[in-house]
């Protein structure tokens, strides 16, 4: 992963592959806590700020054998929307500057394919206000396993 170093890593590494385990998905659109994303999609789209975390969990995605796209933001996936063949999973980050992920979620719903893209947040909030019509939520701290899971893999 370019541009970290050691202590970087290890801290993500601590956030994204040691984290205790939580809820994977909460009831939301027919899905429960445990059950995994179906794996009907063509691509997976990673929308985080952190540099670290967003390069481990597209590493990790990729490993599995998930086409990634990686975002730093929300307008920043917006603009890879229309690049994405569908149907597609974004992984959303809800704290973001420039356009935070509840803002993305308003836009997305506008989007003339908004029908080819389901979401799972991404946060540490322990109550994604406003998080509206997402398929599920992977709690931060998350950990490899939760998000193979994810993918309906065993870790």
Same mark, same amino acid.
């Given at each position: 992963?370019?541009?970290? !170093?050691?202590?970087? /890593?290890?801290?993500?590494?601590? &956030?994204?592959?040691? $984290?205790?385990?939580?809820?994977?998905?909460?009831?939301?659109?027919?899905?429960?806590?445990?059950?995994?994303?179906?794996? *009907?999609? *063509? %691509?997976? =789209?990673?929308?985080? #700020?952190? @540099?670290?975390?967003?390069?481990? %969990?597209?590493?990790? =995605? *990729?490993?599995? $054998?998930?086409?990634?796209?990686?975002?730093? #933001?929300?307008?920043?996936? &917006? !603009?890879?929307? #229309?690049?994405?063949?569908? @149907?597609?999973?974004? /992984?959303?980050?809800?704290?973001? @500057?420039?356009?935070?992920?509840?803002?993305f979620l308003k836009r997305l719903q506008a989007?003339?394919?908004?029908?080819?893209?389901?979401?799972?947040?991404?946060?540490?909030?322990?109550?994604? %206000? $406003?998080?509206?019509?997402? /398929? $599920?939520?992977?709690?931060?701290?998350?950990?490899?396993?939760?998000?193979?899971?994810? &993918?309906?893999?065993?870790?």
């Amino acid at each position: 992963m370019s541009g970290c !170093t050691d202590h970087a /890593l290890s801290s993500a590494a601590d &956030l994204v592959g040691r $984290g205790p385990i939580t809820r994977l998905i909460e009831t939301r659109g027919g899905f429960t806590v445990g059950k995994p994303v179906p794996r *009907r999609y *063509r %691509t997976i =789209l990673v929308v985080e #700020d952190d @540099p670290d975390v967003r390069e481990i %969990t597209a590493e990790v =995605l *990729r490993q599995e $054998g998930a086409s990634v796209v990686e975002a730093v #933001d929300g307008a920043d996936a &917006l !603009t890879k929307l #229309d690049d994405l063949e569908g @149907p597609s999973l974004i /992984l959303l980050d809800l704290v973001m @500057p420039r356009m935070d992920g509840l803002e993305f979620l308003k836009r997305l719903q506008a989007h003339p394919r908004a029908a080819d893209f389901s979401v799972v947040v991404m946060t540490g909030r322990s109550d994604p %206000t $406003g998080a509206q019509g997402v /398929l $599920g939520e992977l709690k931060k701290p998350f950990n490899i396993g939760q998000l193979v899971a994810l &993918l309906g893999k065993p870790a």
